[in-house]
């Protein structure tokens, strides 16, 4: 296994943008990388709560502290949670205006997932894993076309009960896509004979009704504990 710190590394990258120092409570800061980890406290050896994208903003809530070489800056509302902590290597001031959302920015994902059988923190693993959570365009993808924040096909969104009109227009909006992968989870979950969390959600998701009892998306499921999720996120 690697050490901490240069696994910390290896997934972040290197970048030149740093904040540090202090700024004012309620200063809006954006991330100037993808694949950040923010965590429920300052310092490596605290949980990963989310992955962030390059682009996304969010208010810097006052708090800071310095630990395993890093200035880490409390960030509130960030992915469903209410406080999290990023280091400041990653991080640069930007316009309030960025800040008027929970999550703007260029590209970066609007709006709120739906509700139902999948966590909102399992959700976001999958959306961040499947496309940096943004709405991508539809691209061929194993013999198929695969859409928008959660690469959904068109067998898929039937299976979800068709929302949104088209497939496109659903994948490429955050709400309706979530609520495609909900209730497609809703209606196979229980046949699955699998266990009701979000290893079984995200292998599901990956390899249809009875994904979960595939092997084959194991490595999926490893993606998605890289986002930060575990069996019971």
Not at 112 to 117: D, E, H, I, L, R
Request: hydrophobic fraction near 30%.
């Amino acid at each position: 296994m690697l050490p901490k710190l240069l696994c910390f590394f290896l997934l972040v990258g290197i970048t030149s943008a740093s904040l540090s120092g202090h700024i004012a409570s309620g200063t809006c800061v954006c991330l100037t990388t993808s694949g950040v980890h923010a965590r429920n406290g300052a310092g490596l050896s605290h949980s990963v709560v989310a992955t962030l994208g390059s682009g996304e903003c969010y208010k810097f809530n006052g708090g800071t502290l310095t630990h395993d070489g890093y200035h880490w800056y409390e960030l509130q509302d960030v992915h469903g949670h209410h406080r999290v902590w990023v280091a400041g290597n990653f991080l640069s001031v930007s316009s309030s205006s960025h800040c008027s959302g929970s999550s703007t920015g260029s590209g970066a994902a609007v709006g709120t997932f739906a509700t139902g059988v999948v966590s909102q923190h399992c959700l976001q693993c999958i959306c961040q894993h499947e496309s940096g959570c943004r709405p991508l365009g539809c691209s061929w993808d194993v013999n198929s076309n695969s859409c928008g924040y959660f690469q959904l096909k068109q067998v898929y969104w039937e299976d979800c009960h068709r929302p949104g009109g088209s497939l496109a227009a659903c994948a490429a909006d955050k709400n309706c896509a979530s609520k495609c992968v909900q209730d497609y989870m809703a209606r196979y979950i229980g046949h699955s004979g699998c266990a009701h969390n979000c290893e079984s959600y995200a292998r599901i998701h990956n390899g249809g009704p009875k994904g979960c009892q595939h092997s084959y998306t194991l490595d999926y499921w490893n993606g998605i504990r890289n986002e930060g999720c575990s069996a019971n996120s």
